[in-house]
């Protein structure tokens, strides 16, 4: 499976981006997928997980704020941002994997495919 993430741009503090990842390949609804950030100097972060049945895990600076989701008919999964903080700037990543156990979620060394990332910056 391929993914390419897209949907990053410039925003004001308090506006609202969603971020798409496309899969290619057939086993997409098979995978776990991921978002992960990763700002200027700082190590990647997990952001939110959605596993093959639909339940979603978020980071705690994001619960509330941000929704993941997937449309396993289309090959995609969505990021809702809302209530962009100057915080949330970073280059954003879509990670999947077939073989993700729940504990693992959170670790990017667990994701097998990674799409190119797409950058997100809120201006305060």
Not at 29 to 56: C, D, L, N
Not at 91 to 105: E, H, K, N, Q, R
Request: net charge positive; proline share 3%.
């Amino acid at each position: 499976v391929q993914l390419q993430a897209s949907g990053g741009g410039l925003v004001q503090a308090g506006g609202s981006l969603r971020l798409s990842c496309a899969a290619s390949g057939r086993s997409f609804s098979r995978y776990v997928v991921g978002w992960f950030r990763q700002a200027p100097e700082k190590e990647r972060e997990f952001v939110a997980a959605i596993s093959r049945s639909h339940s979603t895990y978020y980071a705690d600076p994001v619960k509330g704020r941000f929704t993941i989701s997937r449309d396993n008919a289309k090959n995609l999964v969505w990021l809702q941002m809302n209530n962009l903080r100057p915080e949330d700037t970073a280059v954003y990543y879509c990670a999947g994997g077939d073989t993700i156990i729940l504990s693992s979620y959170t670790s990017p060394s667990a994701y097998r495919n990674w799409g190119q990332g797409t950058q997100v910056t809120v201006s305060s």
